[in-house]
């Protein structure tokens, strides 16, 4: 039987791989997420438990997971504070227990991810947070490992790097707030097989060690890499002064804290200025691994058309919300205010005319949830699916009752067609990971 170990943020950018890798040299994976239902639907050959952070705050809540466990690999990290993420939870208080669990259970072998710039220096909560954890592991009866890597890359895109290749793929030019910030970017791959590697054998043992590849690049230049491995024409660098910026990462942390976290948020800027490249060191040698630099991992993943699609569309999505959230919206209120006679007015053209006024009020009350609705992120999928079926019940009724408006000049029903596309593209990019 295979050797069971639990990992901790499966389904997450960086631990979905390294589960994967796992399983694929033998381990066999217990697989801790927060939802473990929708989260088993990618990975069906895991074992997946319920993991919570908010609710595995004591040593005895950990013991079930870690039940015939032999070594722990924990992925979980959140940038700030927000919906349901906590700094403090997930950096602090469930590895405080977890680490307990782990020394009353007899688990030995502890694998954490980190990252560079975890300092309390960094003067962020996300660095502080982090900071304090690495102290308890390090505290710690353990066979632990900390790996704190530099930029991850990955064919796949998630946060940050979904975020440059956004700005890489801006369609006169390339803007970015400082730009001289610099990068180590170690792949994926190569982060995924120092934990296989560290998992099975002790080569590294009680250590903090700093996963950075062979290559550094500046913002600036990871992002004209980046529109080249795009397949578009080069562009100019545009650089943003922090006092431009200043609003829109506010608005990234009110977003934050309003479950729609977003890269581009204070400590995203705090903890790049305070340094993301990471220490030069041996680890590759001593891991007997073949270190990848940024140029070649390009090379050796080519984009398809898919990463263009995500790297434009990424900030075409936020836009289609906010258009279409307001457009319900604003339509409701107009409706309840200084457009309420003109729509009675339109209602009575109809054999409805005896119903005008709850037509009305209902169908303006309707405008007003729906786009209200659509700006809470766990429902924003399914709110623009029932904006779509409303909209064709909606031009059903209208047909019916009021053929000729199809023909108007001003085409108040042909305009809601393209509003139905919108609809169908919210729905349709809702897909976070």
Partial sequence: MSKRILVLGPNGFIGSRIAAALSSFGWQVRAGARNPLSAGLRAPHFEWVKADFHALTTPQAWAPLLEDVEAVVNCVGVLQDGGKDSNRIAHVEGPRALIAACEAAGVRRLIHLSAVGADAAAGTEYATSKAETEAMVMASELDWVILRPS???????????????????????????????????????????????????????????????????????????????????????VRVPRWMAAPAIMVGDVLGRLGWPSPLRTT????????????????????????????????????????????RLWTVRPIAILTLGLFWLLTGVISYTAGWEQSLAIIRESAAARWAWPIVWFGALLDVVLGLALFVRPWTARVATMMFLATVGYLIAATVLLPHYWFNPLGPWLKVLPMMALCLFVAATDARR
């Fill in 151 to 237: 930029l991850v890359v990955d064919r796949a895109a998630f946060g940050g790097t979904g975020f440059l290749r956004a700005l890489a793929a801006m369609p006169l030019a390339m803007p970015v707030v400082g730009g001289d910030q610099k990068f180590k970017p170690v792949p994926l791959s190569d982060l995924a097989e120092v934990v296989v590697r560290l998992a099975s054998t002790p080569i590294i043992n009680r250590e903090i060690v700093d996963i950075a590849g062979p290559e550094t690049v500046t913002m600036t230049q990871t992002l004209a890499l980046y529109r080249g491995w795009l397949g578009l024409k080069p562009a100019p660098v």
């Fill in 268 to 311: 995203s800027m705090k903890q790049l200025d305070y340094g993301a490249a990471g220490q030069d060191n041996d680890w590759a040698e001593r891991l007997g691994i073949r270190a990848t630099g940024f140029g070649r991992f390009l090379s050796q993943n080519p984009a398809g058309v898919q990463d263009v699609w995500h790297a």
